[in-house]
């Protein structure tokens, strides 16, 4: 089992930054890929970005890309997510996800790949 926690979420402006910390713990949960979602009312999650085992390979959404940065420290079981001129379109509740490791091509970009979540933290830009 691996158990998310996500902080970092409040209220900015419009083209202000955030970052969102995802702190893990449990038995496997250096071993696991790492991901943000997105969920607004009424839609369904959104795939943000995702970061391999070891960091080295990081994934975005095509539309967030030079926005948003994922980054992780095993050394603290924290996997992070730089957000950087934002929008209000940004708006919405931000999950972390773990998988069970393995990059799974374009799968790995919908919420079926993963199978632990925290509980979402709410980030909301102003215009």
């Known amino acids: 089992q691996v158990q998310l926690v996500e902080s970092g979420g409040g209220l900015v402006q419009a083209g202000g930054s955030l970052r969102l910390s995802c702190a893990a713990s449990?038995?496997?949960?250096?071993?696991?890929?790492m991901a943000w979602f997105r969920q607004t009312p009424g839609k369904e999650r959104e795939f943000v970005a995702r970061?391999?085992?070891?960091?080295?390979?990081?994934y975005y959404a095509d539309s967030l890309k030079g926005r948003f940065t994922i980054s992780r420290d095993n050394a603290k079981n924290t996997v992070y997510l730089q957000m950087n001129s934002l929008k209000p379109e940004d708006t919405a509740v931000y999950y972390c996800a773990a998988d069970q490791g393995s990059y799974r091509g374009s799968y790995s970009y919908t919420q079926n790949a993963y199978d632990y979540w925290g509980q979402g933290t709410q980030v909301t830009v102003s215009s």
């Open positions: 449990g038995r496997t949960s250096n071993k696991n890929g």
């Open positions: 970061i391999s085992v070891t960091g080295r390979s990081t």
